[in-house]
């Protein structure tokens, strides 16, 4: 598809988008599905206020260092299992184990354990990232081609050099596949921990907002979660073919 198809094809889904908003706020009122134009108003009005980048910023900051953890343990878990096989048998069950466990679930025990400040909102996102994460690095591990690499040992290549040519390579697109898929997620573990006992960001406003039934401000919050997770798939995407581009 043709970059201009491309763009065509996405306003023409924000438009259907818009249309199905308009028509549902038409139809059970503004208390239920606020209009379009009130919540482009409260942006604006945050805007002015400055409370909106402010928002932003703490929920990003958020969201960036428990992705950052996450993915870097994710990776990690997975080059581990993957280059001990007795440790690979031994763990998967107990990997399978946790990873089945709603790590939303976990918000009472990580406040329990850490109280209300930094450190269990980056754990919670840490923690949903990781599995994610995970799952695709081992995959990505397990398709790296065994001829492949034993051929590059008999014409000398050290460690290092099968590690940068063969395996990265290999592994960095389910990498990057992690981190689209759990972009979404860390978002929404990252409201979740704003909801505990944050002074700003995104989740906090929502939250607040649901205590003064103020319905425009859920909306606004909501909307304002999703231009984030949009910004992050973007960012995403430009490195990846970046990254991508710049291997060997």
């Given at each position: 598809m043709t970059p201009q198809r491309m763009l065509l094809a996405k306003a023409l889904g924000l438009a259907v988008f818009a249309s199905v908003w308009v028509l549902a706020n038409r139809w059970v009122g503004d208390y239920w599905v606020p209009g379009i134009?009130?919540?482009?108003?409260?942006f604006w009005q945050e805007l002015l206020a400055g409370k909106l980048l402010i928002d932003l910023w703490a929920t990003s900051q958020l969201l960036l260092a428990g992705t950052a953890i996450g993915a870097a343990l994710?990776?990690?878990?997975?080059?581990?299992?993957?280059?001990?096989?007795?440790?690979?048998?031994?763990?998967?069950?107990?990997?399978?184990?946790?990873?089945?466990?709603?790590?939303?679930?976990?918000?009472?025990?990580?406040?329990?354990?850490?109280?209300?400040?930094?450190?269990?909102?980056?754990?919670?996102?840490?923690?949903?990232?990781?599995?994610?994460?995970?799952?695709?690095?081992?995959?990505?591990?397990?398709?790296?081609n065994p001829r492949l690499t034993m051929?590059?040992?008999?014409?000398?290549?050290?460690?290092?050099?099968?590690?940068?040519?063969?395996?990265?390579?290999?592994?960095?697109?389910?990498?990057?596949?992690?981190?689209?898929?759990?972009?979404?997620?860390?978002?929404?573990?990252?409201?979740?921990?704003?909801?505990?006992?944050?002074?700003?960001?995104?989740?906090?406003?929502?939250?607040?907002?649901?205590?003064?039934?103020d319905s425009v401000g859920v909306y606004y919050g909501i909307v304002l979660a999703t231009i984030l997770v949009l910004m992050g798939n973007g960012v995403l995407s430009i490195t990846r073919r970046f990254a991508i581009k710049v291997q060997p």
């Open positions: 134009g009130q919540v482009t108003a409260r994710g990776c990690a878990l997975a080059c581990v299992l993957r280059l001990s096989a007795r440790l690979d048998a031994m763990m998967q069950p107990f990997v399978t184990a946790i990873m089945s466990i709603p790590k939303l679930g976990l918000v009472p025990l990580l406040v329990l354990w850490f109280g209300t400040g930094w450190a269990p909102k980056v754990t919670l996102v840490a923690l949903t990232v990781l599995f994610i994460v995970f799952s695709l690095a081992y995959a990505g591990l397990v398709t790296v051929t590059a040992r008999v014409f000398g290549a050290t460690p290092l050099q099968l590690t940068r040519h063969i395996v990265v390579p290999s592994v960095l697109p389910f990498i990057f596949t992690g981190l689209q898929v759990a972009l979404p997620w860390a978002v929404s573990a990252t409201l979740v921990a704003e909801y505990l006992a944050a002074k700003v960001g995104i989740g906090h406003g929502i939250e607040e907002a649901r205590q003064l039934s």
